[in-house]
């Protein structure tokens, strides 16, 4: 999958003291993901990967650990066997900030 504008952004540390997306805002990101899910509170996007084993899943999963590193930006995942799936919020704003759809982005470039 090509990058988007998103997935060439890098992420800026946020400490607080911004408000979250509203849905608005998450919606337009949205658009520039590939099938990801946005809560119904719109406090967090997630998504769920399928793989053929659980060593291909945890190879995935290691992949995205060192995008979340790189960006000092980091989901929760949740790895079974075959699945990963990733959900993003920025805990210090309780809610969305761009770090989660660029994070997302630069998880859908991975292919």
Avoid at 4 to 11: G, M, R, V
Avoid at 48 to 63: L, Q, R, S, V
Avoid at 74 to 81: A, E, K, M, S, T
Wanted: overall charge negative.
């Amino acid at each position: 999958m090509p990058m988007t504008e998103l997935a060439q952004k890098t992420c800026v540390a946020c400490e607080g003291g911004v408000a979250p997306l509203n849905r608005t805002e998450a919606e337009v990101l949205m658009r520039q993901l590939n099938a990801w899910h946005l809560s119904g509170d719109a406090r967090w996007i997630s998504k769920e990967f399928t793989f053929k084993d659980f060593k291909e899943a945890i190879a995935f999963t290691n992949k995205v650990a060192d995008i979340a590193e790189a960006q000092g930006h980091h989901p929760d995942l949740q790895v079974r066997w075959g699945k990963v799936v990733i959900e993003l919020t920025t805990h210090a704003i309780k809610g969305l900030s761009q770090n989660d759809f660029i994070i997302a982005a630069k998880v859908d470039a991975l292919g």
